[in-house]
């Protein structure tokens, strides 16, 4: 709360206006997705306060000091936990992230003169690949089943499949794939193509963005004591580790905050450090100090009620509502069925409609887009005609369903 006092009024007010509405959306068939708003409430909690990319950065800080004092494995199975967390939400971020807290661990067993060998020992060995394979063997067969190699992570598939942008501004762009849809090729040849051209141009393009969000103004004086004056080894790690993941982030295509979210301890341990100092070398003005901050917690809060909160990435979906109503529209009539989704010359590509459970074939609604006769027609008769074959126009007569004709009919 006192990290992003901002945040947390989006979330209050988010849980006020979706509460009633939260538990039984989260209870439906999640092959239908729930209502917006409960969405952006679970959002909200997930990327701000339980964020699993925050979770696996905090967890493997905890064991740098424990690690580095006296080797136990439980430590060693709480950091293999917190590597397969990172490798499973940001690969690359958190293999920056890991390393650079790795060459800090080293450094801190030669500084506190202990042998380093004792991370070789069995008791920190066996407790560590245990969770560390067991993660590997889960990871590597999820792959497989989704992507045919346990190598290959889908969102690589996926970006390879789709996007003429590569997800590193250090890599040329690909031979853009052939689009089956001119809603896929209108995003990843516009927009998604030219962010990755105008980052490759000025990689610090929308930096700022991502330090304004975890780093408010009330806490930039408290980072520059704990850096410039407090002689600390624990805050020259953090800030050396901080550096490595803030260099990593320049290369990234896009850079949204959540990208370095397992950082974000760091800047949490510099803040306290700053303000520690503060209070024990001002004495007599530590009260004046508290209520300082208390004052710009206040301001802070302030001006967050008096203008517009920062807002938050869109989900690429839209109105879920209007789609779960033409959903349960299917469903009283009974048996499987098939929707062509028809947009308009002028639709919004971030509001999507089109997307399915992962089962697709064994799911009563599979949604598709609308390709022409000749395309929609092949994937009839893929169906063989079990399924009730439905045209829907959420753009121009989004109430409505419409008999499509086919070739059967």
Partial sequence: MVWRPDQLRILYRQLLLDAPELVPA??????????????RT?????????GRRNCGGCLLLGTLPRLARQVKPIHAGIAAFSLVLLANTRPYE?????????FALLYWRKRQRRSVKELLALRCVIPFALVFGSGLVFTGYYNYRVTGSPLQMPYYLYSRDYAAAPEMIIFPERKPPVYRHAEMEKYYM?????????????????????LEFYTPVLYLFPIAIAILLVPSYRVYSATAIAICVGCS????????????????????????????????????????????????????????????????????????????????????????????????????????????????????IVWAHDMGKEKNQELVDYYHNSRKVWLWQPDTDPDNLIPYQTSAN
């Fill in 94 to 102: 958190g293999l920056v992230f890991s390393g650079a807290t790795f």
């Fill in 249 to 364: 982030f320049l290369i990234d295509d896009s850079k949204w905050p959540h990208y370095i979210a397992a950082g974000v301890g760091l800047l949490a341990i510099v803040v306290i450090y700053g303000f520690r100092l503060m209070r024990v070398t001002s004495k007599r003005l530590g009260p004046s100090f508290v209520m300082i901050f208390v004052a710009l917690m206040c301001a802070q809060l302030a001006y967050c009620h008096l203008f517009e909160p920062p807002t938050f990435p869109e989900r690429n979906t839209g109105d879920t509502s209007l789609r779960d109503s033409v959903a349960q529209s299917c469903l009283k009539q009974g048996g499987r069925h098939l929707i062509l989704v028809h947009y308009s010359a002028d639709h919004d590509f971030n509001h999507e409609y089109v997307y399915n459970s992962a089962n697709i074939d064994a799911s009563d």
């Fill in 190 to 210: 516009g927009p998604d193509l030219a962010d990755y051209r105008k980052a490759r141009s000025n990689p610090t393009r929308h930096v700022s963005y991502a």
């Fill in 26 to 39: 989260c209870l439906r068939d999640p092959g239908y997705g729930c209502h917006d708003g409960a969405y």
């Fill in 42 to 50: 679970l959002q909200l909690l997930d990327e701000f306060l339980l």
